[in-house]
């Protein structure tokens, strides 16, 4: 591989969306930010440069980070943030991975417009395991807010209750023609006839699954999350924040004598408020430059197509597409699932609650309550020091634990009847693996606040989704059903709501790994956790030192 080098200039930018104009944060002055492009094997120098006053980190979603840990990017996980007038330079290398996967801020609510796609080209002479695309097109789906995104987290934060809502889903940062004053931003596909387009479609969302359908095509789904999956045909499919998914979409022989909508609009199983809008896009047929007049009078007679997407709380749909994602499993893409496991592990994750303060007006679930989240009923406490540095330092006291339980304390039944009491427990509490820990999780979705799905999205690592089922975990019968042949390679997954998920993976990398719901709302609330992957003996099974500009707390 070769070195690649970016700079990512953090500043304030004024966008203008929906007739309203607000200064954001933005990478480079562009919203979504730049594009990464490089292939696997490169090494990637990016510069960050911080000019503005917010505290930022940039991290690499679904990049592996193999013994780079120091380059994750999690604030007060792997890094204290750069501050204002300060830089970093993330320094790694893309190794055995393809695909589509994408950057994001991961402090406070930036990556709401901090954000882009990272495009990662097989090595040359490796071409892909589909037919060769005329052209490659990332599409990052987003929220855009009126007003500014702090501002929301601070309001949730300070009344206890549900963010505000975001007021339009965005293609590439446009919403489209469906909103008040935003038809000229609009995003516009434009394709030949008889063609095959790769569509590298990221969602990055804050707290939104999404739905999205082009009128008339068909998609084959060829790849989530940087991995190669058994091609399958599907004309709508879901995607929830964090995942990526490449599509192929074949274009129709001859010039359609029509206008297609491409739609996205949210996949929701909670209570609550949400943006319940729809974003629109145009696929456009591009005429040749010498079109004849033909063309021409005909194209003035076009119809407008708009694809019928699945209900609001359509689960059975996402079931169905969830269980459609198989790993490619071939000689040359083999499935690399443990076929064994030295550790297993049971997390309760789910809605509850926090007392409400003395002398303060709370929105929880009742007016003496708060809303909080928390696996196996632990909601994390964010450190005030990076918890890489104290692990690689050996200086965990005061800043974290190691005491995580590892299954619930009190069982109970998680998709039945809440308990009692709703309210949860407090603390920095990590899990210690040993290197090369084969580890097996069963995340199990709580209805203690109402059953809700939950985008689960683990650091410095793919794993194998090795099962799903509705209802409680059983453990005596469940585990009969596992997939131990082709199970989808990933990094986020949709953990069913009012359900449960069963993934492996291998921890062959040392570090501190976050672990977290993708829904930003629910991060905030406590529904995150961190394991702590000892090095291994042999020299590179270790984690190296730190880089010298490791940003500072
Ligand atoms: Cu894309 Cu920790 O997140």
């Not at 040749?288 to 694809?307: A, D, E, G, I, R």
Request: glycine fraction near 8%.
């Amino acid at each position: 591989g070769i070195t690649r080098h970016y700079k990512f200039d953090i500043g304030m930018q004024n966008v203008t969306r929906l007739c309203h104009t607000k200064s954001l944060v933005a990478v480079n002055g562009q919203l979504p930010g730049p594009t990464i492009v490089a292939r696997e094997g490169d090494q990637l120098l990016i510069k960050v440069v911080n000019h503005v006053q917010d505290n930022i980190t940039i991290h690499w979603h679904g990049i592996r980070q193999l013994q780079t840990g120091w380059a994750d990017g999690p604030a007060y996980i792997t890094q204290c943030p750069i501050q204002t007038g300060q830089s970093y330079v993330y320094n790694f290398t893309i190794t055995g991975q393809r695909g589509t996967l994408w950057w994001h801020a991961h402090s406070s609510w930036l990556r709401s417009t901090v954000y882009g796609a990272i495009i990662i080209l097989p090595k040359r002479f490796s071409p892909y395991p589909f037919v060769k695309p005329e052209k490659e097109v990332p599409i990052i789906f987003g929220e855009w807010f009126n007003v500014d995104t702090e501002a929301i987290v601070n309001q949730a934060l300070a009344t206890g209750g549900g963010p505000n809502v975001s007021d339009a889903y965005t293609f590439n940062g446009l919403p489209g023609p469906l909103y008040n004053c935003s038809a000229k931003d609009t995003f516009k596909l434009k394709v030949k006839p008889g063609k095959t387009y790769l569509l590298r479609l990221i969602n990055a969302a804050l707290n939104d699954e999404l739905f999205f359908s082009i009128a008339k095509h068909s998609f084959t789904v060829v790849e989530v999350d940087a991995v190669y999956v058994k091609p399958f045909e599907t004309d709508t499919l879901v995607i929830a924040p964090g995942q990526t998914t490449n599509v192929l979409l074949k274009t129709k022989s001859e010039f359609p004598n029509a206008t297609f909508f491409m739609l996205a609009r949210p996949y929701v199983t909670g209570l609550g408020t949400f943006d319940n809008s729809t974003t629109a896009g145009i696929l456009e047929y591009e005429l040749p430059s010498k079109s004849s007049s033909f063309l021409t009078n005909s194209m003035k007679k076009l119809q407008l197509f708009k694809p019928k997407l699945p209900i609001l709380n359509d689960t059975s749909f996402v079931t169905n597409f969830t269980n459609s994602l198989r790993s490619l499993a071939t000689a040359q893409f083999p499935c690399n699932v443990p076929q064994t496991v030295d550790r297993r592990f049971f997390f309760t994750i789910g809605l509850g609650t926090n007392p409400c303060p003395k002398n303060n007006t709370c929105q929880g679930p009742s007016n003496s309550t708060m809303f909080a989240a928390s696996i196996n009923n632990i909601s994390f406490t964010m450190p005030t020091t990076a918890l890489l540095q104290a692990q690689f330092s050996r200086q965990s006291n005061g800043i974290y634990t190691t005491d995580l339980p590892t299954k619930p304390l009190i069982p109970f039944n998680y998709t039945g009847t809440p308990p009692n009491n709703t309210n949860v427990s407090h603390g920095t509490k990590l899990v210690v693996l040993p290197f090369n820990t084969s580890v097996e999780l069963i995340l199990q979705d709580t209805s203690i606040l109402g059953a809700e799905s939950h985008p689960f999205h683990l650091h410095g690592f793919n794993f194998f989704v090795v099962g799903q089922g509705f209802g409680n975990y059983n453990p005596n019968k469940d585990p009969a059903s596992f997939n131990l042949v082709d199970p989808v390679e990933r990094n986020t997954v949709g953990v069913p709501s009012g359900g449960w998920t069963a993934i492996r993976f291998l921890a062959d990398n040392p570090g501190v790994w976050f672990m977290h719901c993708h829904l930003e709302i629910h991060t905030t609330w406590g529904l995150k956790m961190a394991w702590a992957v000892q090095d291994g003996k042999q020299p590179n099974q270790k984690l190296p030192p730190p880089p010298s500009d490791l940003p500072k707390c």
